[in-house]
């Protein structure tokens, strides 16, 4: 089934096709069928707010389809994103086990299928299902590394032009693919969500972004990001 934001909407998570190679959604079918009771599929457009830090949490929500950027704020409005979220993840489980605020705002960067659960029915679903809590466990682990992975990303380089360095790389590494002319990635963020995933400010990330491709580093054009000079890249990203 298609949404009105061109996704393809999979009801039943015992039908989803990609669930062997995600870590919440990889379950036994019996498990799945349970949370297929108590799951509410939803499809929300570019930039649509799941929920913002410090509410009160209603539940989680499993990102099936599309990303989320997880951002929070200081006093004088100045935003870090602390993680962009992939298909396959669940967002607000911090909170929704705690009972706590959220700490983070959640906002969707594509259109999104989002599968929500109830903080209550989440619950008793995981008292129930063993393998559910081991999968929840593993995903606190990640959420750990990850958090971890953006203290080192805007602790440890000394330089603008490192943490922008640092960030390619792991983007291009992560999201990219060996081509003959080097390492090509789709680059959907904005300048300035860049800049509040390194700490930097638009202009700073604009102004890199032309160093590094007068020095024959990476390309760009249009969305496409082209790294073709990687240990140029590394080399800056361990500065």
């Given at each position: 089934?298609?949404?009105?934001?061109?996704?393809?909407?999979?009801?039943?998570?015992t039908h989803c096709g990609e669930r062997g190679g995600r870590l919440f959604c990889n379950l036994a079918d019996d498990t799945l069928r349970g949370l297929d009771r108590i799951k509410f599929a939803t499809s929300y457009p570019r930039g649509a707010l799941l929920?913002?830090?410090?509410?009160?949490?209603?539940?989680?929500?499993?990102?099936?389809?599309?990303?989320?950027?997880?951002?929070?704020?200081?006093?004088?409005?100045?935003?870090?994103?602390?993680?962009?979220?992939?298909?396959?993840?669940?967002?607000?489980?911090?909170?929704?086990?705690?009972?706590?605020?959220?700490?983070?705002?959640?906002?969707?960067?594509?259109?999104?299928?989002?599968?929500?659960?109830?903080?209550?029915?989440?619950?008793?679903?995981?008292?129930?299902?063993?393998?559910?809590?081991?999968?929840?466990?593993?995903?606190?682990?990640?959420?750990?590394?990850?958090?971890?992975?953006?203290?080192?990303?805007?602790?440890?380089?000394?330089?603008?032009?490192?943490?922008?360095?640092?960030?390619?790389?792991?983007?291009?590494?992560?999201?990219?693919?060996?081509?003959?002319?080097?390492?090509?990635?789709?680059?959907?963020?904005?300048?300035?969500?860049?800049?509040?995933?390194?700490?930097?400010?638009?202009?700073?990330?604009?102004?890199?972004?032309?160093?590094?491709?007068?020095?024959?580093?990476?390309?760009?054009?249009?969305?496409?990001?082209?790294?073709?000079?990687?240990?140029?890249?590394?080399?800056?990203?361990?500065?």
């Amino acid at each position: 089934m298609s949404s009105p934001y061109g996704l393809q909407i999979v009801e039943p998570c015992t039908h989803c096709g990609e669930r062997g190679g995600r870590l919440f959604c990889n379950l036994a079918d019996d498990t799945l069928r349970g949370l297929d009771r108590i799951k509410f599929a939803t499809s929300y457009p570019r930039g649509a707010l799941l929920f913002v830090e410090g509410q009160l949490p209603r539940g989680v929500y499993i990102l099936c389809g599309g990303r989320v950027k997880l951002s929070t704020s200081s006093s004088d409005a100045k935003v870090i994103i602390t993680q962009i979220a992939e298909h396959g993840e669940l967002l607000g489980l911090s909170a929704a086990l705690s009972g706590e605020p959220h700490e983070v705002t959640a906002e969707t960067l594509d259109p999104c299928q989002v599968n929500f659960i109830r903080r209550g029915d989440f619950l008793r679903f995981l008292s129930a299902n063993g393998d559910a809590c081991l999968k929840v466990a593993q995903q606190l682990s990640d959420n750990y590394r990850n958090a971890f992975d953006q203290v080192r990303l805007l602790g440890l380089s000394n330089s603008a032009a490192g943490k922008f360095a640092r960030f390619l790389v792991e983007y291009s590494t992560r999201a990219g693919r060996q081509t003959e002319r080097g390492r090509s990635s789709k680059l959907t963020l904005t300048h300035e969500e860049i800049g509040q995933l390194i700490g930097a400010a638009r202009e700073t990330v604009t102004r890199l972004f032309s160093e590094f491709k007068s020095e024959r580093i990476i390309q760009v054009k249009g969305a496409t990001l082209l790294v073709n000079n990687e240990p140029a890249l590394a080399a800056l990203a361990t500065a």
